[in-house]
């Protein structure tokens, strides 16, 4: 089974604080994904990455920045957060190709103060 | 510009009850569609995916869903719900390396 894990479950932060949200995958999957659910607006695309150090902005891409050192850890990194980073972040995985399905992480419900 | 919509905040449905949750796409070409489950302070589980052949496409935990090109829809269905299907569910399409979701349908099966 593909397993999808985020560092933390739930974290809080202060307003302007650097925050580092980290997720590894062990399924050699080529693509990972970081998402924001807020309620009635779905997921949001924020980055994704098709390969080591690519990376590939999605829908709202700002305020956040995205690192891929290696293939299984995909990072999103908030260089000042804020208040309407509130939310809960979704990282997922896929191989590369047409077709194939999203695994997805726990989640992290991100609170900033 | 690209969407799927899930036109239904909340669906509610008495166990027994035949259940359908409806999700509609405007995405170009022929999109792969698939519906995802999240139940409370988890992720998203794939259930089932379209990408060609038959419309009626069958998934896990009993779930299936009909495709309908000309009306560019993507019903999930269940002949009989449980209680435990009560979760969030989330209509998606993907063309052109990219994922579009819809806004989540919240389903409750009352006993």
């Known amino acids: 089974d593909v397993k999808v894990t985020q560092s933390s479950r739930y974290l809080v932060k202060r307003t302007g604080e650097k925050v580092f949200l980290e997720c590894v995958q062990d399924m050699d999957h080529e693509n990972m994904f970081w998402y924001r659910q807020d309620p009635g607006l779905g997921l949001r695309l924020i980055y994704f990455s098709y390969d080591v150090k690519m990376k590939e902005k999605g829908d709202i891409p700002e305020g956040y920045s995205v690192s891929r050192e290696k293939k299984e850890r995909f990072s999103l990194i908030l260089e000042s957060a804020s208040t309407n980073q509130t939310s809960m972040y979704l990282c997922?995985?896929?191989?590369?190709?047409?077709?194939?399905?999203?695994?997805f992480g726990p989640g992290t419900r991100l609170t900033v103060t | 510009a690209q969407s799927v919509a899930q036109p239904e905040d909340q669906v509610n449905v008495a166990e027994g009850n035949p259940l359908t949750v409806k999700c509609t796409y405007s995405v170009s070409g022929n999109p792969y569609l698939f519906w995802y489950v999240q139940y409370p302070n988890r992720g998203l589980q794939f259930l089932l995916k379209y990408i060609t052949g038959d419309n009626l496409v069958k998934g896990s935990y009993g779930f299936e869903a009909e495709f309908n090109k000309s009306q560019t829809s993507f019903h999930l269905k269940k002949p009989s719900a449980l209680v435990s299907d009560s979760a969030l569910y989330f209509c998606a399409a993907y063309n052109f390396n990219k994922f579009y979701f819809g806004s989540g349908t919240k389903l409750n099966v009352k006993p």
């Open positions: 997922a995985s896929s191989l590369r190709g047409q077709g194939y399905e999203q695994y």
